[in-house]
């Protein structure tokens, strides 16, 4: 079959099921035009959900008569002139798509009015043009009033896949965050053919009062503002990350007792409603410190203000999504500050007192007694079958096993030129030395940001929540690398091998091209590759020239990338020399690496950058396991590096993705245990 050019009618309806997937979006690209344009009022009319009728009306600067032409036009715009002014945008629309996309999918009309004329002007438009090309004068009032009719009409397959009862709650949602960032201006919601208004929010309204009316008074209550300005000594510090403040209203530590629903955290960047999942995990992280486990998510609203030369707003076609540099140090700027903030509330907080009859008051003991007594917990039991013993002075089952003292001998180890032992080499066994000293390189490769992507979209908020507060137990079987940890109240039995892989695989993606490098002999020289894959039986000696000869044709990608380090010392000998070193105080089993090496020449795509970049990271990180060692062997090492390091390190560091849930089992539970022993 030949390559064809699609039809221009095909690819504008295309392009417009990419920007306006449902009437929430088409409404959200409208409000946003209102607001550009000034507006102070702004009423939005629907009916049958935003299907049937979208309708938006504002007050303000209105649409000059000599554009209505090319309004609907593909990519015409008064929000910039050249792609540079991207940098410095301060305006919601730039692309020229929005109403073009609902022209093409919908019956499109437009009134508007500008400021001293004496008429507004009407006009209706179908795929990207004006019918009749005639203008009609109208009556009207200062403003646009934009009516959407018969949305996705030509578009079937797309109608019939949109759950239509759910869409007014997305609408009324939209409106709602819109309101709350924009202050000094009104908002009005009604449904065509109900005398209820659904929602109005006056313009005199401050952003406590617009919460009130939109989520009710039982979320406004317990919320308080909190700011983030940048101080004279922070200004330098924050200015070269593009950082200049955040502000907003969040959840005290109140929160949560009536709340019976959970609300998305609502992200405005420059103004720019957003999505932003980094964000809200650190958030949640936080709050999690300190309410109660199963509470409702807090409410979290926050206007954060960066420098557009550091904003990337032309990522996702609806723009809900926004990419931005030093991303990991503004968020931690954020937390850190929220962390803060709320330590200073926990001294403060405040419960729902029970209250009590007389017959209960009088039953009491003695008043005396009664005086001095927490009236909190006066009618509660005290449940020891849900009480986590945290007692610090408690010994641990460890204090009773023997322990090897492992030492560092000072002695052999290289040092700087006054004779002190340089820290950056720790020597180990088989000659493995581990040099840390490396300038940090920012990498902004595609493939690593879509991998790092995969990695947050795949992951598991609850199991990652279990992950990050876990208390090690110790290793049930190492044979089958079985490992017990303890969350709250429950005993979960995990495969530490299968936990690992995910934990070196996302080490090695977040600190892609920053490895320290671990030397494989003490000479330098490295080892021979031929005589490291002769153990292998299946490896031929074809194959262990094809090996050879790519791995010494990628050797300059392997190093700046991953640390690894070839070198050809003649025809008949190439050395590998370095391995990249991923977690300190960790060295991977080197008596794996016959397998590694083999792996990395037979099962990486080397042709697409992509696959290839993932096929390393993923034999890297089956180097990085531990190894299994049979019942009779010495683990007394691998035991304290997994306590002491790897899963304090899984602690800080993984992201839990949902593969991870079939290597995870309860299997016991403390309530579980107390019920078992009241029987005995």
Known sequence: MSIKKLDPDVINKIAAGEIIISPTNALKELIENSIDASSKSIDISIQNNGFKILQISDDGSGIKKEDYPILCHRFTTSKITKFEDLSEIDTFGFRGEALSSISHIAHLSVTSKRRNEDLAWKCQFERGQMIDETLKPSAGNQGTTITVSDLFYNVPSRLRSLRQKDEFNKIFDVIGKYAINNPGIAFSLRKIGDSRIALVIKKDLNIKDRIRTIYTSIVSNDLIDFNINVSAEDTDDYGKIGFISCSGMV??????????????????????????????????????????????????????????????????????EVRFLHEEEIINIITLRLHEFL?????????????????????????????????????????????????????????????KNVSLDTDKLPTDADGNPNSSFIEGKDDVYINNEREVTKVELTSIQTLKQL????????????????????????????????????????????????????????????????????????????????????????????????????KDMLYEYFSIEIEKIDDECIHIKTLPMLLLKYKPPINKLPLFIYRLGTRVDWNEEQACLDGILKQIALLYIPEIIEENGEHTDLNNTLEKVIFPCIKKRLLAPKSLLRDIVEIANLPGLYKIFERC
Not at 268 to 281: G, M, S
Not at 343 to 367: C, G, V
Request: charged letters at 20%.
């Open 251 to 320: 959840a005290n530590l109140n929160y949560s007792n009536q709340v019976k629903r959970n609300i998305q955290p609502i992200f405005f960047i420059n103004n720019r409603l957003v999505t932003c999942d980094p964000l809200k995990r650190s958030i949640d992280q936080t709050y999690s410190s300190y309410l109660p486990r199963g509470a409702s998510r807090p409410f979290v609203y926050l206007n954060i203000k960066l420098n557009p030369r550091i904003l990337d707003v032309n990522v996702h076609p609806t723009k809900s």
């Open 343 to 403: 330590s200073k509330l926990d001294s403060s907080r405040t419960f729902k007192a029970n209250t009590f009859s007389a017959s209960q008051m009088n039953s009491a003991s003695t008043p005396s007694s009664n005086k001095h007594k927490n009236i909190l917990n006066s009618s509660l039991k005290r449940q020891e079958s849900k009480l986590v013993r945290i007692d610090s002075e408690q010994a641990r089952i460890t204090s009773f096993m023997s322990q």
């Open 455 to 554: 990695v947050d979209e795949n992951s598991h908020y609850d199991l990652t929540n279990i992950f990050a507060n876990l208390t090690y137990i110790g290793v049930i079987d190492y044979t089958k690398r079985l490992a017990a940890i303890q969350y709250d109240l429950k005993l979960f039995m995990v495969d530490y091998g299968a936990v690992c892989y995910e934990l070196f695989y996302q080490i090695g993606l977040s600190d892609f091209a920053n490895y320290g490098k671990i030397y494989l002999n003490k000479s330098g020289n490295g080892l021979n590759i031929k005589e490291i894959l002769s153990p292998i039986k299946s490896a031929n000696d074809a194959q262990i020239k094809s090996i050879c000869e790519k791995l010494l044709d990628m």
